[in-house]
């Protein structure tokens, strides 16, 4: 089982619709949609390459072409994966979207992209109204939703889809296409567009394959949001690529309603994020009892490091190991990770996929030996790695050195070739695998009138990896209150996304800077941990 190239032909949305249906797996299940609500419906391989058809010959009649930039702003549901892959057929470029993102993350992200066209839904148009004057370039609002029109650029997906023809083949579509474009965090500065080619699917195709070990007869779920490249890179194309059933639950996390979804549906193979297993391992041990898990053969992690205390207990409560992976937005796909067939060093990332060369290397360029920690450095061409950030040239090219990707993670490899994650060479904050900008929140922070200065940390946290701690100094005039508490973390909220959310607040009489006036988050960071600061000669009097 194999990810077929047919005639050079490298369309992501093609290989994953229509040439699984050439290869006989038109009638196959490609998904089981189950809602929030527990409706359970099955989409087979012709389902998905009819739907997704449509919605190209929908897009292509509105004046779109190949290399415009189209976005989902949607949670979890069957359309996200029809307009996905539809709009990948006709060579578009699509980019996801968070739905709990707010006003400022929104005109981010489809500003610098110049996007012509959104798919929503009704309950997020108040969103986009509020910005839809900041949004020159956006043509097209197409909700899911409605039944009819509401106006002649606010469309209904519904309506259009009813007069849409389903007679569209992928133009021939050269490897070096653009595809899929996620947006990822600064430490210093907006979000950066990280756009992909469609010769991505063959490393996607071949992770899925050889680490997460997916066979033609597995049920995989993948439950990872879409706004995520793991949930675009495995909650999509990597398993369709090969002609996988997936189960896709629109529903949030629920212990209980977890395990029956993964006995119920005899899911085999099962990938997850390391919060979410932190929190089953939190549960009662008696809510285990009495499940039948004998279906499951794998599970595996993604999005922050795993706790080896969380391997023990999967081992103990599931009678299963967890297998860690590693990867970037930037990389496209699985990059180092522990496996099936590799003895898993609890802790550990694991040692490099084939096609990978990881290596460490000092500040000054020297490669490292085992035992000592430097930056983790990928060597460069792998299939799905990342072709730009989009309008950034200057930053692109300043993350390759003599042929490395400079991943911004420190790490340490040991004598026999598995990766230790250490941390972060920038400020960036992992919170439950989201990867959120310091700086997003503290600009955000500062739109409130009561806040003079903000400063914005990641803290450890036994839960979320690591929290978000905000540092405010308020005007003169003002005094903290718990209504001002509830203010700020609503303001972040509507203003970058509910995941940016602060999970402490602390009221400081100043913000620790350079003499430059740069924020020195690892004074803050020290101050908070009860550490040393350490040098500390260029901050401001």
């Given at each position: 089982m194999?990810?077929?190239?047919v005639?050079?032909?490298?369309n992501?949305?093609?290989i994953?619709?229509?040439?699984?249906?050439?290869r006989?797996?038109?009638?196959?299940?490609?998904?089981?949609?189950i809602?929030?609500?527990q409706?359970?419906?099955d989409?087979s391989?012709a389902d998905?390459?009819?739907e997704?058809?449509?919605?190209s010959?929908?897009?292509?009649?509105?004046?779109?072409?190949?290399?415009?930039?189209l976005?989902?702003?949607l949670?979890?549901?069957?359309e996200?994966?029809?307009?996905?892959?539809?709009?990948?057929?006709?060579?578009?470029?699509?980019?996801?979207?968070?739905s709990?993102?707010?006003?400022?993350?929104i005109?981010?992200?489809?500003?610098?992209?110049?996007a012509?066209?959104?798919?929503?839904?009704?309950?997020?148009?108040?969103?986009?109204?509020?910005v839809?004057?900041?949004?020159?370039?956006?043509?097209?609002?197409i909700?899911?939703?409605?039944?009819?029109?509401?106006?002649?650029?606010?469309l209904s997906?519904p309506?259009?889809?009813?007069?849409?023809?389903?007679?569209?083949?992928?133009?021939?579509?050269?490897?070096?296409?653009?595809s899929?474009?996620?947006?990822?965090?600064g430490?210093?500065?907006?979000?950066?567009?990280?756009?992909h080619?469609h010769?991505s699917?063959?490393?996607?195709?071949?992770?899925?394959r050889?680490v997460?070990?997916?066979?033609?007869?597995?049920?995989?779920?993948?439950?990872?949001?879409?706004?995520w490249?793991?949930?675009?890179?495995?909650?999509?194309?990597?398993?369709?690529s090969?002609?996988?059933?997936q189960?896709?639950?629109?529903?949030?996390?629920?212990?209980?309603?977890?395990?029956?979804l993964?006995e119920?549906e005899?899911?085999?193979?099962?990938?997850?994020?390391p919060?979410?297993?932190?929190?089953?391992m939190?549960e009662?041990?008696k809510l285990?009892?009495?499940?039948?898990?004998g279906s499951l053969?794998?599970?595996?992690s993604v999005g922050?490091?795993?706790?080896p205390?969380?391997?023990?207990w999967?081992?103990?409560?599931l009678?299963?190991?967890i297998?860690?992976?590693?990867?970037?937005?930037?990389?496209?796909?699985?990059?180092i990770?522990?496996r099936?067939?590799?003895?898993?060093?609890?802790?550990?990332?694991?040692k490099?996929?084939?096609?990978?060369?990881?290596a460490?290397?000092?500040d000054?360029?020297e490669v490292?030996?085992s035992?000592?920690?430097?930056?983790l450095c990928?060597?460069?061409?792998?299939?799905?790695?990342?072709?730009?950030?989009?309008?950034?040239?200057?930053?692109?090219?300043?993350?390759?050195?003599?042929e490395?990707y400079?991943?911004?993670d420190?790490a340490?490899?040991?004598?026999?070739?598995y990766?230790w994650f250490?941390?972060?060479s920038?400020d960036?904050?992992?919170?439950?695998?989201?990867?959120?900008?310091?700086?997003?929140?503290?600009?955000?922070?500062?739109e409130?009138?009561?806040?003079a200065?903000a400063?914005?940390?990641?803290?450890p946290?036994?839960l979320l990896?690591?929290?978000?701690?905000?540092?405010?100094?308020l005007?003169?005039?003002?005094?903290?209150?718990k209504?001002?508490?509830?203010k700020?973390?609503?303001?972040?909220?509507?203003?970058?996304?509910s995941?940016?959310?602060?999970?402490?607040?602390?009221?400081?009489?100043?913000?620790?800077k350079?003499?430059?006036?740069?924020?020195?988050r690892?004074?803050?960071?020290?101050?908070?941990?009860?550490?040393d600061?350490?040098?500390?000669?260029t901050?401001?009097?």
């Amino acid at each position: 089982m194999t990810c077929i190239i047919v005639h050079e032909q490298y369309n992501i949305g093609h290989i994953c619709t229509r040439l699984q249906c050439e290869r006989g797996l038109g009638a196959k299940t490609a998904f089981r949609w189950i809602s929030a609500h527990q409706e359970r419906v099955d989409y087979s391989f012709a389902d998905l390459d009819r739907e997704s058809s449509k919605f190209s010959t929908i897009l292509r009649s509105l004046g779109f072409a190949r290399g415009d930039i189209l976005f989902t702003f949607l949670p979890k549901i069957p359309e996200q994966f029809f307009c996905f892959l539809g709009a990948l057929k006709l060579q578009a470029i699509c980019g996801t979207l968070f739905s709990s993102f707010g006003d400022e993350a929104i005109v981010d992200r489809l500003g610098d992209a110049g996007a012509k066209g959104l798919v929503t839904k009704k309950s997020l148009l108040k969103k986009i109204a509020r910005v839809r004057g900041q949004l020159p370039q956006l043509k097209y609002i197409i909700v899911v939703d409605i039944e009819e029109h509401i106006s002649d650029d606010v469309l209904s997906y519904p309506a259009l889809m009813r007069k849409a023809s389903s007679d569209f083949t992928a133009p021939l579509t050269a490897p070096d296409t653009p595809s899929v474009l996620h947006y990822t965090s600064g430490s210093t500065g907006k979000p950066k567009g990280v756009l992909h080619v469609h010769r991505s699917v063959l490393h996607q195709s071949r992770t899925a394959r050889e680490v997460l070990q997916l066979t033609g007869s597995d049920i995989f779920w993948c439950t990872a949001d879409q706004g995520w490249v793991t949930g675009t890179a495995y909650g999509i194309i990597g398993p369709w690529s090969l002609g996988i059933t997936q189960v896709h639950y629109g529903g949030g996390y629920d212990a209980k309603l977890w395990l029956d979804l993964l006995e119920r549906e005899a899911v085999t193979v099962w990938y997850s994020a390391p919060t979410a297993l932190r929190m089953l391992m939190r549960e009662d041990a008696k809510l285990y009892m009495g499940y039948k898990l004998g279906s499951l053969r794998h599970i595996f992690s993604v999005g922050e490091p795993l706790n080896p205390e969380v391997i023990s207990w999967a081992r103990a409560t599931l009678g299963k190991s967890i297998y860690d992976t590693w990867f970037q937005t930037e990389t496209g796909g699985i990059m180092i990770s522990n496996r099936p067939g590799l003895e898993i060093r609890p802790g550990s990332m694991g040692k490099p996929v084939n096609g990978i060369e990881a290596a460490i290397i000092a500040d000054n360029g020297e490669v490292l030996g085992s035992g000592r920690q430097g930056a983790l450095c990928l060597k460069s061409g792998w299939p799905s790695m990342f072709i730009s950030y989009l309008n950034n040239d200057t930053i692109y090219n300043q993350k390759f050195h003599h042929e490395y990707y400079h991943t911004g993670d420190t790490a340490v490899r040991d004598s026999d070739g598995y990766y230790w994650f250490k941390g972060r060479s920038d400020d960036i904050i992992n919170t439950a695998g989201h990867l959120i900008s310091p700086f997003e929140i503290e600009s955000a922070l500062l739109e409130v009138e009561e806040v003079a200065e903000a400063g914005v940390i990641g803290a450890p946290d036994a839960l979320l990896f690591e929290k978000v701690v905000a540092f405010v100094c308020l005007h003169k005039q003002y005094d903290w209150s718990k209504e001002l508490e509830v203010k700020i973390r609503l303001y972040v909220s509507n203003k970058v996304s509910s995941m940016a959310t602060p999970q402490e607040i602390a009221i400081v009489d100043s913000i620790p800077k350079n003499k430059s006036g740069k924020i020195m988050r690892r004074v803050l960071r020290a101050r908070y941990l009860g550490q040393d600061a350490g040098d500390i000669s260029t901050m401001e009097d």
